[in-house]
């Protein structure tokens, strides 16, 4: 575990500061830490991280919703890592931003296609162009918001480990103004790593569920999402 992680700077919006591993983040979004690592490196990374301690990245809970949206471009929608790294590179340059992602508003989905939307300002119509397939190529077709139900930005990520598949669970979530912006059972302030401990200690699902007040199907899909196995640093 880092010692002298970043510190919040005077009227610095809390979502903006780079406070998690990559380890850290990993774990609480269910992603393979190797996967998610993967991200972050080489001279044409899909993703930036927001801060750096030495060598390590640091991710700020901007960066985490960013790293969620690819995942379920990934995993849910299907598209091929060398097409998201493409696309992020030409989001990058159409938006003038290292992370494009961080705008819930701005990435959609149109016909199998990555997009920029645009929207209207001053005399300026709204417009939708590729970022994928054919960069800049404007489109009229209506796009999708790939994202909504997971993820409502700058507020909560609700991460789920068969969030490919299974579109309605939200056993988990992360909010920066709730226990730090750490993974918490939904609705309550109760660390996932704290039920994670507990059933490590060998207490039963049951027991974990009486003596936290929960149901215990949320305490098992939130032991089942957390893989500690991926141990956050």
Same mark, same amino acid.
């Given at each position: 575990m880092l010692r002298h992680k970043p510190v919040r700077q005077p009227g610095?919006? $809390? /979502?903006?500061?780079p406070t998690y591993t990559i380890p850290e983040a990993?774990? =609480?979004l269910a992603i393979k830490r190797r996967t998610m690592s993967?991200?972050?490196?080489?001279?044409?990374? $899909?993703? /930036? #991280?927001?801060?750096?301690?030495?060598s390590t990245h640091l991710l700020s809970?901007?960066?985490?919703?960013? #790293?969620?949206?690819?995942?379920?471009l990934r995993e849910r929608f299907g598209f091929s890592f060398q097409f998201l790294r493409r696309s992020m590179r030409n989001a990058r340059r159409m938006l003038r931003s290292q992370h494009p992602l961080h705008r819930a508003d701005a990435v959609k989905e149109c016909l199998q296609?990555?997009?920029?939307?645009?929207? #209207?300002?001053?005399?300026?119509? *709204?417009?939708?162009?590729? $970022?994928?397939?054919?960069?800049?190529?404007?489109? $009229?077709?209506e796009v999708a918001n790939l994202f909504a139900e997971r993820i409502? #930005?700058? /507020? =909560?990520? =609700?991460?789920? /480990?068969f969030a490919a598949t299974d579109h309605e669970s939200r056993p988990v979530s992360m909010n920066p103004r709730i226990m730090s912006g750490r993974l918490v059972v939904a609705g309550t302030r109760i660390p996932v790593t704290a039920l994670w401990g507990r059933k490590r200690a060998g207490s039963k699902v049951a027991e974990i569920? *009486?003596? =936290?007040g929960l149901d215990r199907d949320i305490v098992e899909k939130a032991l089942?999402?957390?893989?500690? *196995?991926?141990?956050?640093a």
């Amino acid at each position: 575990m880092l010692r002298h992680k970043p510190v919040r700077q005077p009227g610095q919006d $809390i /979502r903006t500061l780079p406070t998690y591993t990559i380890p850290e983040a990993a774990a =609480f979004l269910a992603i393979k830490r190797r996967t998610m690592s993967s991200w972050y490196e080489g001279d044409d990374p $899909i993703l /930036r #991280a927001s801060g750096n301690y030495g060598s390590t990245h640091l991710l700020s809970y901007k960066d985490l919703e960013e #790293a969620y949206r690819v995942y379920l471009l990934r995993e849910r929608f299907g598209f091929s890592f060398q097409f998201l790294r493409r696309s992020m590179r030409n989001a990058r340059r159409m938006l003038r931003s290292q992370h494009p992602l961080h705008r819930a508003d701005a990435v959609k989905e149109c016909l199998q296609d990555l997009v920029y939307d645009k929207p #209207a300002r001053g005399k300026s119509p *709204r417009t939708v162009s590729s $970022i994928g397939k054919k960069p800049g190529q404007q489109v $009229i077709e209506e796009v999708a918001n790939l994202f909504a139900e997971r993820i409502e #930005a700058g /507020r =909560f990520i =609700f991460p789920w /480990r068969f969030a490919a598949t299974d579109h309605e669970s939200r056993p988990v979530s992360m909010n920066p103004r709730i226990m730090s912006g750490r993974l918490v059972v939904a609705g309550t302030r109760i660390p996932v790593t704290a039920l994670w401990g507990r059933k490590r200690a060998g207490s039963k699902v049951a027991e974990i569920a *009486r003596d =936290f007040g929960l149901d215990r199907d949320i305490v098992e899909k939130a032991l089942t999402h957390i893989d500690l *196995r991926q141990k956050a640093a």
